[in-house]
């Protein structure tokens, strides 16, 4: 099942009051209105958010914990980044020539690299011998530093996922969400360097001879032009795992695939449908009178959101039956046709104002869009 948007508080099938639908407004046009065609994705858990609101466009199983091989290194990189002057030298211990055929790095007990240079292979290669020496240089140790991992994930709320390991093969209760994972990388992609860190294509680093050269296993990095950065992941448990970001002309997406066949397939079919289907538009204004049960009411702020094209003439306003919500104003939601869209805060209306449909219309030049899921904001990491 394919849901538009995940929002905890919405319960899967409210006794509601829904507004009038109104006419597809002709300054929102944009391509054909036709059916849009939905992305074959084969992932068993996926997601695709935009990045400036955190609005969850499209998502399936999107907060089972799964196995999420290497895109584990994402965290051992944003801690990596937060602890250590990449500038430092390293002297590698005898701990990660103990994975053997699964340390594609080869590194050597003795051996000297900077930080920097671990990062390249943790990030590009999916070094998992690179993840152990840079987490034995944060905390003296893997197991130290797993536990920093999971305290960290703890603080961000990532409520799906435990660390096992620094690398991501596959151990006993390693697992995390696709929504976790979106989270966590909406913080990372916060920083400078990690942006810098995961755009890198291929990167040469000192060797016992030769040197030791390799690509980013990011394949969209090469054929996909929009993408920002990603990180893979593979194991035979969690099967192939990915997430990265895009951005086209202004809007940037990010988008998670866990347990897929193709996750590269996946996620190059997630970002098209993000970048092609949806329009974003001004779903209700500020001040507006709607109508509601138990008289009128007022929208206190702009909702501001991406709307399935072929949806844009289904925009309506759903209000939940039963308790009120904050400060005694029913529960409200934007929908368009069956896909919850955006919450909508509510106040009593001032004065006798009619109440008006809701009529999407372009988003003002310059207007900074609010929150639609304070999880997955940037603003809220």
């Not at 240089?137 to 390991?165: I, P, Q």
């Not at 988003?363 to 603003?379: H, N, T, Y």
Request: glycine residues 10%.
């Amino acid at each position: 099942m394919l849901l538009a948007v995940v929002l905890g508080a919405v319960p899967a099938a409210p006794p509601a009051v829904a507004g009038p639908t109104v006419a597809r407004p002709a300054e929102l046009a944009g391509p054909p209105p036709g059916p849009v065609a939905m992305p074959a994705v084969r992932a068993r858990s996926f997601l695709l958010a935009d990045a400036a609101t955190g609005q969850v466009l499209l998502a399936r199983d999107a907060a089972r914990a799964r196995p999420m091989a290497s895109t584990t290194k994402v965290m051992t990189a944003l801690l990596v980044l937060e602890r250590l002057r990449q500038q430092r030298v390293v002297t590698i211990g005898t701990a990660p020539g103990r994975l053997g055929v699964n340390a594609s790095l080869q590194l050597r007990a003795g051996e000297h690299l900077t930080v920097r240079q671990l990062l390249l292979g943790l990030m590009l290669e999916s070094s998992n011998d690179a993840a152990v020496a840079l987490a034995e240089a944060v905390d003296g140790s893997e197991a130290a530093f797993v536990r920093r991992m999971n305290g960290r994930a703890a603080a961000l709320g990532l409520a799906a996922t435990h660390y096992a390991s620094a690398h991501g093969l596959d151990r006993p209760g390693h697992r995390t969400s696709a929504r976790d994972l979106a989270r966590l990388w909406t913080v990372a992609m916060r920083r400078a360097d990690f942006r810098a860190l995961v755009a890198t294509k291929r990167a040469t680093i000192p060797g016992p001879r030769p040197l030791r050269r390799f690509n980013n296993r990011n394949e969209l990095l090469f054929g996909y032009r929009w993408t920002e950065g990603g990180k893979t992941g593979f194991t035979n448990l969690a099967r192939r795992c990915l997430v990265a970001s895009a951005s086209r002309g202004g809007r940037r997406l990010v988008a998670v695939a866990l347990g897929s066949p193709n996750a590269f397939t996946d996620l190059r079919a997630l970002f098209e449908y993000g970048f092609t289907a949806l329009v974003r538009a001004r779903l209700a204004r500020a001040g507006q009178v709607v109508s509601a049960p138990a008289g009128g009411w007022q929208v206190t702020a702009d909702v501001d959101a991406l709307v399935r094209r072929d949806l844009l003439g289904r925009v309506a306003l759903r209000v939940a039956a039963g308790a009120p919500g904050q400060g005694g104003a029913p529960a409200a939601w934007v929908v368009a046709g069956t896909s919850v869209i955006a919450p909508v805060a509510l106040r009593p209306a001032d004065g006798a104002a009619n109440p008006e449909t809701l009529r999407p219309g372009p988003v003002p030049p310059g207007a900074r869009s609010p929150e639609i899921d304070p999880f997955l904001a940037p603003r809220a990491a």
